[in-house]
C-alpha cells in the first residue's frame, strides 16, 4: 500500500492536482449536499404528511422545493458522478492522470464555492423559490423581487463553469491519454459512458447558460427578453431550459448506465453481453436526447404537429434504453452470480428503472401527459428513474469501487441492511405518488384540504421518506465503520476485468509505475491477466504534475464577482475579475511540474 | 507531451493517442461549446425578430453601419496578422511572430474600442439595453461578442509576452495555434452578427 496517496495535511488537499484526491473531494462534497437536500425533501414530506399542516409555510415551501430539485440535480447526482469520473477514468485508460490536472482542480473548487454560494442564500434572506426549471416570468423582478432568483441565476451559472471545464477536461483525457492498445470499441463502458456525459455537458449547458444570461439582464439592466408587455417570450425561457434539461436528464442517468454495464459481468463471472449493442444505444440515447426537449412543454401549447414529433422522438429513445436492460439481463443469464451488496444495487435499479421507464413512455404521449403534467404521477416518475434509477446505480457503484478508494472493504451485512431498507422505503415514498397523481394531486403546493383522497397515501409517503433518511444513515455508519476497521481489499477483491483492479488499493499517486499494454476488451480476465506488471520495481518513479494553488484561487474570482454582482457592488466585481485576471497569469506562467 | 502523459513508443500495440495534441484538441472542444453559446443567442434573436409583433428598425436607423463596417474590416484584418503570425513560428521567424501578434492584439484592442465608443453614442441617443427587444438584443449579442474579443486579447498579450521570452520555437509553438484557433472563431461570430444584426 502506498504511504503517499493521500497524506498531508489540509494545505495538501487544497492544492492538489491528483485526480483521485479531486475525485475524494468530490465525493465527500456531493455526499453532504446530498444529505443538505435530502434534509429538504424529509422536510417537504413531512410538511405534506397530514392536509392543512401548519409545520411549514408557503414561502418555505417554495424554497424548499427549489433547492431540493437544485441541489439534488446540480449538487449531489452530478457530482457524485463526477466523483467517479475523476478517481476511475485515468485508472480505466491505463493513464496517470486527466490531461489537465490543473484544470481539474478548478472544476472541482468553483463546484464547490458554487454550492455554497447557493446554499448560503438560506442565511440572507432566504433562498430561491422560483422552482428548479425557473420558469419566466415567475422570476422576473415584477413576481420574485429581491435577490433570490438572483442566487440561482449566478449559482447555475458558476456551476456551469466547473462542468463544461470538467467535460471537456475528460472528452481530452479519454480520446488521448488510452494505454497503447486501447482502442475505443476496448474501453470499459464506464469510459464510454464518461465519454457521452462529457459531449452532452459541452453541447447542452452552452443552452441553460444562454436562457440564464438573458434573465440576469432582464432582472438588471432591464433588457425585456422574458417580458411579454415589451414584446418578450416567455416561452423561450422554457425552450432553452428544456434544451438544456432534457439532455441534463441523460447527462445523469448515463453514468449510471456505465456503472451497471461494470457491475453485473463483474457479480455475474460472464463478459458483457453484446458490448456494441450497449456502447451504441448509448450514443443513439445521447444524440437523440437533443431532440426531445419539447416532451417538457406538452402543455403549453406548441399545436400537434409539433407535439407529434415530440412524441415519437421520446418513445423512440425507449428502444436504445431497453437493448440496454435486456443486454444487463442476459448478461446474468447462465452467469455464476455472487450475491454481494452492488450487484444488490444493481438489479434493484433495473427493477426500478424499468418502473419510471414505463410512466415516461405513458406520458411522452401527449393526450395522457395533459392529465398527468404537473401532477404528482409526474414527481412519481422523475423519482424512479432519478432515484431509483441514478442513485440505485450510483450507490452500486460506490459498494464496488470504495474499496479501491480507500483500500478497505465496506460490511456485507450492513449493506444489504442498507439495500433492503432503501429499496422497501424508497417505494413505500414514490410509489404512492402515483395514485396521489392519477387522482390529481398538483405538485408544488404546501398543502391539500381533508377529504379529497390524499390523506392516506400522503402519510404513508411520509412515513416511507423518514425510514429512507433513516436507511442512508446505515450507509453513513458502514462507511466509517470500514475506515475504522474493515477488511483489507486487496488489489481486486471482486475479481474484476478492468485495468484499477491490477493496481494496489489505494493505487499509488502515480497509478500506473509502468503503463500497462491492452490486448482485448476485459483485460484482467485475458489469459495471462494484466500484460505488464504495473508495479514494475524496476521501473522509475515516474514524475507527477505538483501542487498548484492557483486553481483554488481562480476559481474564487468568480465566486467574488457573483457576489459583487449579488450587492449589485461594481468594486466587489472588479475585486473578482482582478483575482481572476491574475490567477489566470499566475497559473499560466508556472510550470506543471516543478 | 508531459511526462504523466502515457509514452506509446515502446509499445508492440498500435498507439491509441490522436495525431491532435491534448490543448489543441481541448481548445476544439471548447469553441464547439462556443458554437453552442453563440447558437443559442442568434437563435432566440431570430426567435425573438421575427415573432415580434412591432416592426423592427430598418439598418441604419439606429446603428450607424459605416462605422461598424470599417470595424469590421480591421477585425478581418487582425485575422491576416493572426495567420502572419503562426507562419512566421512556422517558418522559425522569431522577429516577425512578435511583430504579428502585437498587431493582432493590438488591432483586436482597436476593436473593442471602437466598440466602446459605438456604444457610447448609442447610450447618448438614449439607445439603452431596456429599449425594446432591439436594444435587448443589440446589446446582449454584440457585448457577449465584445467580451470574447476582450478576453482574446488578454490570451494575445500573454503569447505575446512568451514569445518575446522566447517561449515558442519553430518545433514546438502549440500556444500560437490555440491562440489563433480561438481568435479566428471570434472574428467568424462577428461576420455572422455584423450581418443579422447590422445588414440585414
Redesign the interface.
Known amino acids: 500500500m502506498s504511504h503517499d496517496t493521500y497524506g498531508g495535511g489540509v494545505r495538501s488537499w487544497m492544492t492538489t492536482v491528483d485526480h483521485k484526491r479531486i475525485g475524494i473531494m468530490y465525493f465527500v462534497s456531493a455526499i453532504v449536499f446530498f444529505f443538505v437536500g435530502g434534509l429538504e425533501a424529509l422536510l417537504i414530506r413531512l410538511q405534506l404528511g397530514s392536509p392543512e399542516n401548519t409545520l411549514i409555510s408557503a414561502d418555505l415551501y417554495n424554497q424548499l422545493f427549489t433547492m431540493h430539485g437544485t441541489t439534488m440535480v446540480f449538487l449531489a447526482v452530478m457530482p457524485l458522478s463526477s466523483a467517479f469520473f475523476n478517481f476511475l477514468i485515468p485508472l480505466q485508460i491505463g493513464a496517470r492522470d486527466v490531461a489537465f490536472p490543473r484544470l481539474n482542480a478548478f472544476s472541482f473548487w468553483i463546484f464547490l464555492f458554487g454550492g455554497l454560494f447557493l446554499n448560503s442564500s438560506f442565511l440572507f434572506g432566504g433562498a430561491p423559490d422560483a422552482g428548479w426549471f425557473g420558469y419566466a416570468n415567475l422570476t422576473s423582478t415584477q413576481y420574485s423581487p429581491g435577490i433570490r432568483v438572483d442566487y440561482w441565476v449566478l449559482g447555475l451559472q458558476l456551476l456551469g463553469i466547473s462542468s463544461i471545464a470538467s467535460a471537456l477536461n475528460f472528452i481530452v483525457t479519454i480520446i488521448n491519454l488510452r494505454a497503447p492498445g486501447m482502442r475505443f470499441m476496448r474501453m470499459p463502458p464506464f469510459t464510454w459512458m464518461t465519454l457521452l456525459t462529457s459531449f452532452l455537458l459541452i453541447l447542452a449547458f452552452p443552452a441553460i447558460t444562454v436562457g440564464l444570461v438573458m434573465l440576469m439582464f432582464d432582472r438588471t439592466f432591464g433588457t425585456n427578453f422574458f417580458n411579454p408587455a415589451a414584446g418578450g417570450d416567455v416561452l423561450l425561457w422554457q425552450h432553452l431550459f428544456w434544451i438544456f434539461g432534457h439532455p441534463e436528464v441523460y447527462i445523469l442517468i448515463l453514468p449510471a448506465f456505465g456503472v451497471i454495464s461494470e457491475v453485473i459481468p463483474t457479480f455475474s463471472r460472464k463478459t458483457l453481453f453484446g458490448y456494441p449493442f450497449i456502447i451504441y444505444s448509448g450514443v443513439l440515447i445521447a444524440f437523440l436526447g437533443f431532440g426531445v426537449w419539447a416532451h417538457h412543454m406538452f402543455a403549453v401549447g406548441l399545436g400537434p404537429i409539433a407535439n407529434s414529433v415530440f412524441s415519437a422522438g421520446t418513445m423512440l429513445i425507449a428502444i436504445p434504453t431497453g437493448v440496454k436492460i435486456f443486454n444487463w439481463i442476459a448478461t446474468m443469464w447462465g452467469g455464476r452470480l455472487r450475491m454481494d451488496t452492488p450487484l444488490y444495487f444493481a438489479i434493484g435499479f433495473i427493477a426500478m428503472f424499468i418502473i419510471g421507464g414505463l410512466s415516461g413512455i405513458m406520458h411522452a404521449s401527449p393526450p395522457t401527459d395533459l392529465q398527468q403534467t404537473d401532477t404528482y404521477f409526474i414527481v412519481a416518475h422523475f423519482h424512479y428513474v432519478l432515484f431509483g434509477g441514478t442513485v440505485f446505480a450510483l450507490f452500486a457503484g460506490m459498494y464496488y469501487w470504495i474499496p479501491k478508494v480507500t483500500g478497505r472493504l465496506l460490511h456485507e451485512g450492513l449493506g444489504k441492511l442498507h439495500f433492503w431498507l432503501m429499496f422497501v422505503s424508497f417505494n413505500l415514498t414514490f410509489f404512492p405518488m402515483h395514485f396521489l397523481g392519477m387522482n390529481g394531486m398538483p405538485r408544488r403546493t404546501f398543502t391539500y384540504l381533508p377529504g379529497l383522497g390524499f390523506d392516506l397515501m400522503n402519510l404513508v409517503s411520509t412515513a416511507g421518506s423518514l425510514l429512507l433518511g433513516a436507511s442512508m444513515l446505515v450507509f453513513v455508519w458502514n462507511l466509517v465503520r470500514s475506515f475504522r476497521r474493515g477488511s483489507p481489499a486487496g488489489r481486486n477483491p471482486w475479481n474484476a476485468a478492468t485495468l484499477e483492479w491490477s493496481l494496489p488499493s489505494p493505487p499509488p499517486h502515480y497509478n500506473f509505475r509502468t503503463i500497462p499494454e491492452v490486448g482485448g476488451r476485459d483485460p484482467l480476465w485475458r489469459p495471462g491477466g494484466a500484460e505488464v506488471d504495473p508495479e514494475d520495481p524496476t521501473a522509475p518513479e515516474p514524475v507527477m504534475p505538483s501542487p498548484s494553488g492557483w486553481p483554488m484561487l481562480l476559481a474564487l474570482g468568480p465566486v467574488i464577482a457573483a457576489t459583487g454582482a449579488l450587492l449589485s457592488s461594481l468594486l466587489v466585481v472588479f475585486v473578482g475579475v482582478a483575482v481572476v485576471v491574475v490567477s489566470v497569469y499566475g497559473w499560466a506562467f508556472q510550470p506543471l511540474e516543478r | 507531451m508531459?511526462?504523466?502523459?502515457?509514452?506509446?513508443g515502446a509499445?508492440?500495440?498500435?498507439?491509441?493517442?490522436?495525431k491532435?495534441?491534448?490543448k489543441k484538441?481541448?481548445m476544439w472542444?471548447?469553441l464547439?461549446?462556443?458554437v453552442?453559446?453563440f447558437?443559442?443567442?442568434i437563435g432566440?434573436y431570430i426567435?425573438?425578430r421575427w415573432?415580434?409583433?412591432?416592426p423592427w428598425p430598418v439598418p441604419g436607423e439606429v446603428l450607424n453601419v459605416p462605422i461598424t463596417a470599417g470595424n469590421t474590416f480591421l477585425l478581418i484584418c487582425s485575422s491576416v496578422t493572426m495567420v502572419k503570425a503562426f507562419a512566421a513560428i512556422e517558418d522559425g521567424n522569431q522577429k516577425m511572430l512578435k511583430v504579428w501578434l502585437l498587431a493582432t492584439a493590438i488591432i483586436g484592442a482597436c476593436f473593442v474600442g471602437v466598440q466602446a465608443y459605438e456604444y457610447t453614442e448609442l447610450v447618448h441617443h438614449g439607445f439603452?439595453?431596456?429599449s425594446?427587444?432591439y436594444?435587448?438584443?443589440f446589446?446582449?449579442m454584440t457585448g457577449?461578442h465584445g467580451f470574447h474579443v476582450t478576453v482574446g486579447v488578454?490570451c494575445l498579450l500573454?503569447v505575446a509576452i512568451k514569445a518575446f521570452r522566447g517561449g515558442y520555437t519553430q518545433a514546438d509553438h502549440q500556444g500560437v495555434e490555440i491562440i489563433g484557433l480561438y481568435w479566428h472563431f471570434v472574428d467568424l461570430v462577428w461576420i455572422i452578427l455584423f450581418t443579422i444584426v447590422y445588414l440585414i
Open positions: 508531459t511526462s504523466h502523459s502515457v509514452d506509446a509499445s508492440r500495440y498500435e498507439p491509441t493517442t490522436f491532435v495534441k491534448d484538441l481541448g472542444i471548447f464547439a461549446s462556443e453552442m453559446f447558437t443559442g443567442l432566440s426567435i425573438l415573432g415580434a409583433a412591432t439603452l439595453p431596456s425594446g427587444l436594444g435587448s438584443t446589446f446582449t457577449f488578454l500573454w
